[in-house]
T-cell receptor, first 111, second 116 residues
Framework: ELKVEQNPLFLSMQEGKNYTIYCNYSTTSDRLYWYRQDPGKSLESLFVLLSNGAVKQEGRLMASLDTKARLSTLHITAAVHDLSATYFCAVEGTGGFKTIFGAGTRLFVKA | EAGVAQSPRYKIIEKRQSVAFWCNPISGHATLYWYQQILGQGPKLLIQFQNNGVVDDSQLPKDRFSAERLKGVDSTLKIQPAKLEDSAVYLC??????????????FGPGTRLTVT
């Protein structure tokens, strides 16, 4: 059974600092997604990672995937207040079925 | 391009009543998902359609929840009868299909259900 664990679940950081969110999953997967959710809003797609060693960057966020370790990271560089949100990783099972979401990391960036 | 549409946006019902949610996916998206998101948790997949066929409904409480996708486009999710623990946001998402796998999912605004 596919399980997805994120850590930390809560992160409070100062503006300008760097930090990494981790996403571990339990079985072979076709692809991994990162989403952002603002309070009271729906989910917004950030990254889709398709293969081992994949790295994608958008602004201050960079995501990577290690399929052998079954680990993805979301790295935040020089955080700004606008990045405050909940970040979810989601793992798609083989064959394109049953996407499982992690519990989310609630990020708060203090000015 | 228009996004995923959902209605209603909010619904308050009493326990044991029934409720239905509607979703219109992005045009051309073959795969449609219904998720339940309880406050403070990640979305939980309830059912996944590919065109108008069900490909996964293993986490759908079938004694009270039902869903259909007529003609492979719009979908409805129904709860009958509702329980207090069904209070959550119900998210609909859609994605394109490439081969056996789907692309990233695009989420609708959600329906916030409160059961009293």
């Amino acid at each position: 059974e596919l399980k997805v664990e994120q850590n930390p679940l809560f992160l409070s950081m100062q503006e300008g600092k760097n930090y990494t969110i981790y996403c571990n999953y339990s079985t072979t997967s076709d692809r991994l997604y990162w989403y952002r959710q603002d309070p009271g809003k729906s989910l917004e797609s950030l990254f889709v990672l398709l293969s081992n060693g994949a790295v994608k960057q958008e602004g201050r966020l960079m995501a990577s995937l290690d399929t052998k370790a079954r680990l993805s990271t979301l790295h935040i560089t020089a955080a700004v207040h606008d990045l405050s949100a909940t970040y979810f990783c989601a793992v798609e099972g083989t064959g394109g079925f049953k996407t499982i979401f992690g519990a989310g990391t609630r990020l708060f960036v203090k000015a | 391009e228009a996004g995923v549409a959902q209605s209603p946006r909010y619904k308050i019902i009493e326990k044991r009543q029934s409720v239905a949610f509607w979703c219109n996916p992005i045009s051309g998206h073959a795969t449609l998902y219904w998720y339940q998101q309880i406050l403070g948790q990640g979305p939980k997949l309830l059912i996944q359609f590919q065109n108008n066929g069900v490909v996964d409904d293993s986490q759908l409480p079938k004694d009270r929840f039902s869903a259909e996708r007529l003609k492979g486009v719009d979908s409805t999710l129904k709860i009958q009868p509702a329980k207090l623990e069904d209070s959550a946001v119900y998210l609909c998402a859609s994605s394109q299909l490439q081969g056996m796998s789907s692309y990233e999912q695009y989420f609708g605004p959600g329906t916030r259900l409160t059961v009293t």
